[in-house]
C-alpha cells in the first residue's frame, strides 16, 4: 500500500555538519526586559538537542489548521521520532488507510481515537477494519515566530 500525504510533507534528516551556534546563560524575561548578561555558557547544536534518534528520526511539513491549539499551525516543521513510544495523550503521526494525519492520540478500552486541537475538527474513531500504523511520536514543533500588525 502507498501512503499519501495528506495534511503533511515528509522530510527526511540528514545530520551533514555540526553547526555549534551560542548559548547564553542568561534566560530572557517575556516580561520587561533586564540586562542580558554578556557572555555564553556553551555552544549548541540544534541537530544534538533536537534529534534523540537520528536514525528513527524524520520531518514532516504541516498543512491545515486541525492541531492550532496544539501550537502546530500550517508550515510548522514537526521532528518525529519512530523510536519514541507512543502513548495515549501524545501528539502523532498516523496513517489510517493510506493517508498521513497528525493527531492527538486517545486510547481506552481498546478504542483507538485520533483527535484534533481544533473545535471545528472532529475525533476520529479508527475501526477494526481499518489499517492503522503510528508512524512516530512528535518531539519538537518548528516555526516561525510571525509579527503582528
Known amino acids: 500500500m502507498t501512503f ?25 524575561s517575556a516580561g520587561f526586559p533586564s540586562p542580558a548578561e554578556d557572555y555564553i555558557d556553551k555552544r549548541l547544536d540544534l541537530n544534538e538537542h533536537l534529534v534523540r534518534h537520528p536514525e528513527a528520526t524524520f520531518f514532516v511539513r504541516v498543512q491545515g489548521h486541525s492541531m ?5 499551525a500550517p508550515g510548522d516543521i514537526l521532528v518525529v521520532d519512530r523510536a519514541a513510544t507512543a502513548v495515549s495523550g501524545s501528539i502523532v503521526i498516523a496513517a489510517v488507510d493510506g493517508e498521513l494525519t497528525v493527531k492527538r492520540l486517545r486510547t481506552s478500552r481498546g478504542r483507538v481515537i485520533l483527535a484534533p486541537e481544533n473545535p ?5 474513531e479508527v475501526g477494526p477494519e ?19 500588525p
Open 130 to 148: 481499518q489499517s492503522f500504523e503510528v508512524w512516530g511520536v512528535v518531539t519538537y514543533i518548528i516555526h516561525k515566530a510571525v509579527p503582528r
Open 4 to 28: 499519501v500525504p495528506h495534511e503533511l510533507e515528509i522530510l527526511g534528516f540528514e545530520k551533514r555538519s555540526e553547526l555549534a551556534l551560542p548559548l547564553y546563560l542568561a534566560t530572557v
Open 120 to 124: 471545528d475538527y472532529a475525533p476520529t
Open 68 to 72: 492550532a491549539d496544539a501550537g502546530i
